[in-house]
């Protein structure tokens, strides 16, 4: 089992930015990839960004250029640094990581509003 919890959402402005992170405990040593996914109002989850073990990352055409992602192996951590926020980024942010069976694993969520 692995368990996920979210940090550092809240309000900012719109051009902000806000880095989120992502604490990982349990069989960590199952875990392949981790990655950030997230859900508007009314709306269906959506992939934000995803790293890998061996730190390859993957960006949606929406955030790149403005999101980072980075993992962080000895703090079984992972982050999502956003710069540039746009109220279209509003949304419920979630932790995701897959283990080698392709398990997948979610935290609870932390709320990212932009105000415009």
């Known amino acids: 089992q692995v368990y996920l919890v979210e940090s550092g959402g809240g309000l900012v402005q719109a051009g902000g930015s806000l880095r989120l992170s992502c604490a990982a405990s349990g069989i960590t040593s199952s875990i392949n990839a981790m990655g950030w996914y997230r859900q508007p109002t009314q709306h269906q989850r959506e992939l934000v960004a995803t790293i890998s073990s061996g730190n390859s990352t993957n960006y949606a055409d929406s955030v790149k250029g403005r999101f980072t992602i980075s993992r962080d192996n000895a703090k079984n951590t992972v982050y999502l640094q956003m710069n540039g926020l746009k109220h279209e980024d509003t949304a419920v942010y979630y932790c995701?990581?897959?283990?080698?069976?392709?398990?997948?694993?979610w935290g609870q969520g932390t709320q990212v509003t932009v105000s415009s």
């Open positions: 995701n990581a897959e283990n080698w069976f392709r398990k997948n694993y």
